[in-house]
């Protein structure tokens, strides 16, 4: 039996990122993706910072605009728009962006195996055999390491000793034809997206993505969005059907065992404010082919991967705790309260802030500032008596 490097379970961003750097550095191995096409069926809004794609020498054939502003809509329909001087993000194709890392790893060598599912995975003292269904066949591999990037599929996770992320946003999603659609848009309120948001990104040719995210529901609250006086004028057709999927917005409490790795939605690497993943998950990949090219370099593998879980967390644990807290006080914030929150933004004060302290990837600073206005202290309030209620 055939004896790879690594294999990577998972064909998003962050597995082929991982494969790919990883033949860069001289090492053999193969991604798993259990759908035929790469980057199909695509469950994203689109938007990554610019950061990312300098960072990451990313796929500039995926970029399909330029994002320079944000325009946030309070529950009473009050429009703010935030603009930057330059390009702080761009919308993408995710398909394209994802094909394009397919590529690049291609053509470093690692071979991808399509319309394959991972059946098990049994790790040893000599390394990890894993079991494949393709094309109506088993087969076993064998592999010195695995890095688990499965996104929201946690199948594997009990069974190699990990528990899965604790909390999860749920969200839905859906392509639309329509006029007027030039800016990203950021919905707020309870009867929009109750402790969460709603958001409507421009692509190209009057096509937008609306999506909602929720505790639960994100459906029917995109629905009844849809046909919201914010956008039931402007949306002249519905193109497919709508795409529903949770996502993480809590870490895992260990991301590691020997000779294996959780890597980005598997790990609950994801913004907590937004539940954008692609950057923190290529951040936390990053680290992870730091650890990895290491103990593969040096055949050590006890032990060895404590330093992944620490690089990671030391790199975007902070924002993730940050993050959470403001999510927990912001879920108890009433309307009325959410519409000061955007009076104080639309002052000279509030803009200074956004200006000074904001940044598209990086939000912790920005809401560390938020916390000291005084009028989001009942919000905290509320959010610690539910805590306290929790724990008895």
Not at 129 to 139: A, D, N, Y
Request: charged content about 30%.
């Amino acid at each position: 039996m055939k004896l790879y490097d690594f294999i990577v379970i998972g064909g998003g961003p962050t597995g082929l990122y991982t494969a790919w750097q990883l033949a860069r550095r001289g090492f053999e191995g193969l991604v798993v993706e259990e759908h035929p096409i790469i980057g199909v069926p695509r469950y994203c809004s689109g938007v990554v910072g610019r950061e990312a794609f300098e960072r990451f020498s990313l796929p500039r054939e995926s970029i399909q605009r330029e994002m320079e502003s944000v325009v946030i809509c309070s529950p009473s329909g009050r429009r703010l728009r935030i603009a930057r001087e330059d390009t702080g993000a761009y919308i993408i194709d995710r398909s394209l962006f994802d094909q394009g890392l397919y590529t690049r790893a291609s053509e470093e060598g690692v071979k991808v195996r399509i319309s394959s599912r991972c059946k098990d995975i049994r790790v040893g003292t000599r390394g990890v055999e894993i079991t494949l269904e393709s094309f109506g066949k088993r087969m076993d591999l064998m592999s010195r390491v695995v890095v688990i990037a499965t996104g929201v599929n946690y199948a594997f996770h009990r069974k190699l000793g990990f528990r899965p992320p604790g909390m999860f946003l749920d969200t839905c999603q859906v392509d639309v034809e329509g006029v007027g659609f030039q800016e990203v848009e950021v919905y707020l309120g309870r009867m929009v997206a109750p402790n969460s948001f709603a958001w409507v990104v421009p692509v190209t040719g009057g096509v937008a993505r609306v999506g909602v995210s929720t505790y639960r529901d994100s459906n029917l609250y995109l629905r009844r969005f849809l046909s919201s006086p914010a956008l039931r004028e402007r949306v002249l057709k519905v193109k497919g059907r709508m795409k529903r999927k949770p996502i993480p917005i809590s870490p895992v409490e260990r991301s590691y065992r020997d000779r294996v790795i959780l890597l980005g939605d598997a790990a609950g690497q994801v913004k907590v404010t937004t539940g954008g993943g692609v950057f923190y998950g290529l951040l936390c990949a990053e680290a992870a082919v730091d650890v990895l090219s290491e103990a593969l370099r040096t055949d050590r593998f006890n032990g060895t991967f404590r330093a992944y879980e620490r690089l990671w967390r030391e790199r975007i644990g902070r924002e993730l705790r940050i993050g959470a807290i403001f999510r927990k006080i912001f879920s108890c914030l009433e309307d009325e309260e959410i519409e000061r929150l955007i009076d104080f933004v639309s002052t000279a004060e509030g803009h200074h802030l956004v200006s000074t302290k904001g940044s598209f990837d990086w939000h912790g600073r920005l809401l560390l500032e938020f916390l000291k206005v005084p009028f989001l202290w009942k919000g905290a309030y509320r959010a610690l008596k539910g805590y306290l209620k929790d724990l008895r």
